[in-house]
């Protein structure tokens, strides 16, 4: 294969690109009603992000409401704090607190 067919291929390449992402813009510039018609059509969605926090770089905070719970999710280190199955803990009641052990014969710490 010499370099004039390589440059004809080359250029074929580009032209077709071109036309594609061409006809791309011309649909969403100018036909917004029709793009929108060939997307999936969505149900009522069940999941929404009611808040997030960034800690630090590498994590975040993410308040997420599913159906009628709300769940607390630490991303970044790919964990869950409020593990499912477990009850809100603003449906909870109050916990009664801790007391201290006052063995003498503890000795942790």
């Known amino acids: ?7 004809k291929a080359v250029f ?3 032209i077709v690109i071109g036309l594609i992402m061409g006809l791309a813009y011309v649909l969403r510039r100018y036909a917004p009603a029709l793009m929108a018609r060939m997307q999936a059509q969505r149900g009522a969605r ?9 800690l630090d770089p590498a994590r975040r905070l993410v308040l997420v409401r599913l ?3 709300e769940r607390l999710i ?3 280190e790919g964990r869950e704090l409020d593990p499912p199955g477990r009850a809100s803990a603003r449906h909870l009641e109050p916990r ?6 006052d063995d003498p014969n503890d000795d942790l710490f």
């Open 1 to 7: 294969m010499d370099i004039l067919s390589t440059l």
């Open 96 to 101: 009664t607190p801790v007391t201290p052990n």
């Open 46 to 54: 069940r999941l929404t992000v009611v808040e997030t926090l960034v």
């Open 67 to 69: 159906d009628d719970q």
């Open 12 to 14: 074929a390449l580009a």
């Open 74 to 76: 630490l991303l970044g």
